[in-house]
């Protein structure tokens, strides 16, 4: 199984900050990482496909880039709406495979 | 706008069976690929299991191969999870989701999601 590493495991961030997650995959995935954000009681919700192409009414703060086993979300200007659990997945073999998540809050 | 809902969730004991339902509306459900993703409490996602649109193909996760079954009705647009010789560590909330091919990065993604159905194995 592909295993896919996500830090940090948490972070806070000030509004209008700049926000950083990594995702490393244990084998190359071109480019078939997706990034999902959930919020809590809530289903998750895609962010990100294809590593880098933003999903429609996902706000253009939120980008993503990487190749081959490495990968990151960024969020530009921290919003307080951006609160939530973060978690990226491999969708180019079975099984599909999520990272651990990241838990980002306002500081 | 596209809707999933789940239903079917529960307290059941361990070795017992339980069959979730997901209702599709909003879009051609005998278009998509569907999977199944649970989440255990306080934990990350993982992936279940996934029926290709036409039902011809499903793919599991080994820990549930054998045990669970992925089936689809697509006159109905529902989507179902047969779950059979439950274990405590089955125990999560169960998410229907669109399994959408991704062309450029031949990837899948879970596009639209449900509200989750809760099942507990628990005797």
């Known amino acids: 199984d592909i295993q896919m590493t996500q830090s940090p495991a948490s972070l806070s961030a000030s509004l209008g900050e700049t926000v950083t997650i990594q995702c490393r995959a244990s084998e190359d995935i071109y480019s078939g990482l997706a990034w999902y954000q959930q919020k809590p009681g809530k289903s998750p919700q895609l962010l990100i496909y294809g590593a880098s192409s933003l999903q429609d009414g996902v706000p253009s703060r939120f980008s993503g880039s990487g190749s081959g086993t490495q990968y990151s979300l960024k969020i530009s200007s921290m919003q307080t709406e951006d609160e939530g659990v973060y978690f990226c997945q491999q969708g180019l073999k079975y099984p599909f495979t999520f990272g651990s998540g990241t838990k980002l809050e306002i500081k | ?123």
Do not use: H
């Open chain 2, 1 to 123: 706008e596209v809707q999933l809902v789940e239903s079917g969730g529960g307290l059941v004991q361990p070795g017992r069976s339980l069959k979730l339902s997901c209702a599709a509306s909003g879009f051609t459900f005998s278009d998509y690929n569907m999977a199944w993703v649970r989440q255990a409490p306080k934990k990350g996602l993982e992936w279940v299991a996934t029926i290709i649109y036409d039902g011809s193909r499903t793919y599991y996760r080994d820990s549930v191969k054998g045990r669970f079954t992925i089936s689809r009705d697509n006159a109905k647009s529902t989507l179902y999870l047969q779950m059979d010789s439950l274990r405590s560590e089955d125990t999560a909330t169960y998410y229907c989701a669109t399994a959408d091919f991704i062309t450029i990065a031949a990837s899948y993604v879970m596009d639209a999601w449900g509200q989750g159905a809760s099942v507990t194995v628990s005797s």
